[in-house]
């Protein structure tokens, strides 16, 4: 199981002046059981390449593979790809729609013909991941808090289990406390089912702490990919196209700016503790 991209390309309104290359010449390899963060500065092409894997925005050229499945063949038909790939847009709470929070939770489960046990059971489990309570089942959507919807639209859709559950911008403009509550709930959620989380980021904190893999874009094209490690080490090329790196990764890069030999990267303030020790520890007589 994976999702493969080779060659592809997107340009958006093609033969008339405002023609503009959104993605050029990506080939990627998303591998299952891990998360995955798309990172870049804004017109970068991370909404689009999503949309892209989603099969929701056909490329203008290259092929898109899902479980080996070519998403964009001609007269293919991607019926049976709806189970397998859930995504929330940004500000998905801009989606709800129903009357009452357990409808909105069992809405998709309904479509796919789920039984009513497998509907009841499904919804409790995507309310524990969201931190949502039995007491809001029946109370309509639009009485929640911002942070309580933004947790309703993501429920609704890890609810129905996809193979690949695509974010994009999960946590967009929620205070750190709503932030911390639905990354943590996606990083629970993401383990115990051993699925694939791909997320559209612009916190670098985020990236660090959650992330297996990192997609790189700058100006449509795929920059650099590889492990979340691998990928903060090049710290110095992500802040050249304009891109911040985790606060110890900014630390570790100063110091070295100051002739410590020490890594070019830390991912948290326990690491870069124990880097800056050993370092201290082998320079001081």
Known sequence: MSILLEDVHLTYSPGTPFSADALREINLKITPNQIVAVIGHTGSGKSTLVQVMAGLQRPSSGRVLMDDFELYKKNSDRRPLRRKVGMAFQYPEHQLFEETVEKELS???????????????????????????????????????????????????????????????????????????????????????????????????????????????????????????????????????????????SLMLALRNKGWDIPPYAMTVEEAYQVICEYLGRVRP
């Not at 609810?159 to 946590?171: F, H, N, R, V």
């Open 107 to 249: 809405f998709g489960l309904q479509k796919q013909g789920r039984s009513i046990d497998e509907v009841h059971l499904q919804i409790r489990k995507a309310m524990g991941f969201t931190q949502l309570t039995e007491d809001m089942l029946g109370r309509s959507p639009f009485e929640l808090s911002g942070g309580q919807m933004r947790r309703l639209a993501i429920a609704s859709v890890i609810a129905m289990e996809p193979d690949y559950l695509i974010l994009d911008e999960p946590t967009a403009g929620l205070d750190p406390a709503g932030r911390d509550e639905i990354l943590a709930g996606l990083q629970a959620w993401q383990r115990e089912t051993k699925k694939t989380v791909i997320l559209v980021s612009h916190s670098m904190e985020d990236v660090a702490k959650l992330a297996d893999q990192i997609l790189v874009l700058a100006n449509g094209k795929l920059l650099m990919s590889g492990s979340t490690r691998e990928v903060f080490s090049r710290g110095a090329e992500l802040q050249e196209v304009g891109l911040d790196v985790p606060q110890m990764t």
